[in-house]
């Protein structure tokens, strides 16, 4: 016999709430202000941070974010994983793809062309540091 589960037990409770909240913000396409905050957190990218004085260039930084927002990301994600699809061509933020993909796409793009007797122009172009002087409103609009 399958027991009910007690609808006053803390993890039910809970559950219902967020199920609750999470499907009116759906129906109501309205996110919270609180689940677009983060708060950025620089983190020392060396080992031994002792080993040297650190510069500005030796931090990365993180998003510490709501947990209730990640959570609601995460559940919204889930439901409509299926119907979200990227390029082929995209190599970043993308799960199980990284900048060895990349690298390896490049160079049999390269490959192919050399062999077809075309002649091939790279031109790359490091944007890394270029991050924090890009004018982030004029790229929106």
């Given amino acids: 016999m399958r027991e009910h589960p007690n609808p006053f037990d803390a993890d039910t409770l809970?559950?219902?709430i967020l199920s609750r909240l999470f499907t009116v913000i759906s129906h109501s396409r309205y996110i919270p202000a609180g689940f677009k905050v983060s708060n950025i957190v620089s983190i020392p990218k060396l080992k031994d941070a002792r080993a040297k004085a650190l510069t500005r260039n030796?931090?990365?930084g993180i998003a510490i974010s709501p947990v209730i927002s990640k959570l609601f990301?995460?559940?919204f994600m889930?439901?409509?994983q299926l119907f979200?699809?990227?390029e082929s061509d995209q190599f970043g933020f993308k799960?199980?793809?990284g900048c060895s993909h990349a690298v390896y796409t490049v160079?049999?793009?390269i490959n192919r062309n050399v062999t077809n007797g075309c002649?091939?122009?790279l031109c790359t172009i490091d944007l890394s540091k270029a991050v924090d002087k890009v004018n982030h409103d004029a790229l929106l609009d």
């Fill in 14 to 16: 809970v559950s219902s």
């Fill in 58 to 60: 030796d931090y990365r």
């Fill in 73 to 75: 990301e995460h559940c």
């Fill in 78 to 80: 889930d439901t409509l």
């Fill in 84 to 86: 979200l699809t990227t």
């Fill in 95 to 97: 799960k199980g793809n």
């Fill in 107 to 109: 160079q049999q793009n």
């Fill in 119 to 121: 002649t091939v122009n």
